[in-house]
C-alpha cells in the first residue's frame, strides 16, 4: 500500500474549520484514501473515504486533489473532542489487501 | 450500528498465566482483526481472519493464539506473555472480500503482564 506523509501536529482554535492535509504521491489507481481517529486511549473511529471524488458525510469533509497525490480532511466547526490522533491512510481495494497500515499519524489539538 | 464489543477492557497477568481476550460483533462481518498498539505508537497489524479462516499472520509470536469459532466472534489466546507484550489489543470487523470495506474497531483491552 502507498504511503502518506502528514504533519506532526497541528492546533486549530474551537469553532474553526480543522483543514488537515496528507501526502500520498504514490498512490495508485485502485487505493482508498481512508481517514481515522483515535482519541485518547480509545479505539480508532472511522471518519470517511474517498477513491477520487470530493467526499462528505456527517463527521467531516474529504478533498481529494484531482491528480490524487494528496487529500485534505476537513472538520467544519472543531469542538474540543475532536483533539485526536488523525491517520490518513491508503489502502488498495484489491482482492487479498483487507489489512489497514497505520502510519504515525497528526495530533490535531483544539484550543478553546 | 457499527459495534465491536471486547471483553475485557482491562487485563493483568503473569508471566505464566493463560488468558484471553474476546472479541464479538453482529454486523455479519465476514473478516475479523487484531492489532497490538504500544504507548504513543500506531496500531499494528497482528492477524487477520477472513471467512473464519486465517489469512494474514503477521509473523506473531506463537505466546500469542488466534482463534475465530465461528464469523461473529474472535478470541486471541495468551500464554507465557513477556513484560514487553503489554499494551492496548485491538480488535476490529469488516465486511471482508473485494471493494472498500470499512473497517470498524473495538475499543480495546489493556492488557498488563506482570
Known amino acids: 500500500d502507498a504511503k502518506t506523509t502528514q504533519p506532526t501536529s497541528m492546533d486549530c482554535a474551537e469553532g474553526r474549520a480543522a483543514n488537515l492535509p496528507c501526502n500520498h504521491s504514490t498512490i495508485s489507481g485502485n487505493e482508498y484514501v481512508y481517514w481515522y481517529r483515535q482519541i485518547h486511549s480509545q479505539g480508532p473511529q472511522y471518519i470517511i473515504h474517498?477513491?477520487?471524488n470530493n467526499e462528505t458525510n456527517e463527521m467531516a469533509s474529504l478533498i481529494i486533489t484531482e491528480d490524487r497525490k494528496s487529500s485534505t480532511l476537513i472538520l467544519p466547526h472543531a469542538t474540543l473532542r475532536d483533539t485526536a490522533v488523525y491517520y490518513c491512510?491508503?489502502?488498495?481495494?484489491?482482492?487479498?489487501?483487507?489489512?489497514?497500515?497505520f502510519g504515525k499519524g497528526m495530533k490535531l489539538t483544539v484550543n478553546p | 450500528d457499527t459495534e465491536v464489543t471486547q471483553t475485557p477492557k482491562h487485563l493483568v497477568m503473569g508471566m505464566t498465566n493463560k488468558k484471553s481476550l474476546k472479541c464479538e460483533q453482529h454486523?455479519?462481518?465476514?473478516?475479523m482483526y487484531w492489532y497490538k498498539q504500544k504507548a504513543k505508537k500506531p496500531p499494528e497489524l497482528m492477524f487477520v481472519y477472513s471467512y473464519e479462516k486465517l489469512s494474514i499472520n503477521e509473523s506473531v509470536p506463537s505466546r500469542f493464539s488466534p482463534e475465530c469459532p465461528n464469523s461473529s466472534l474472535l478470541n486471541l489466546h495468551l500464554h507465557a506473555l513477556q513484560p514487553e507484550d503489554s499494551a492496548l489489543y485491538l480488535c476490529?470487523?469488516?465486511?471482508?472480500?473485494?471493494?472498500?470495506?470499512?473497517?470498524?474497531f473495538g475499543e480495546g483491552s489493556w492488557l498488563t503482564v506482570v
Open positions: 474517498g477513491l477520487k
Open positions: 491512510i491508503v489502502r488498495s481495494i484489491r482482492s487479498g489487501s483487507e489489512k489497514l497500515v
Open positions: 454486523m455479519g462481518h465476514r473478516a
Open positions: 476490529a470487523s469488516s465486511q471482508g472480500g473485494r471493494g472498500e470495506n470499512t473497517i470498524y
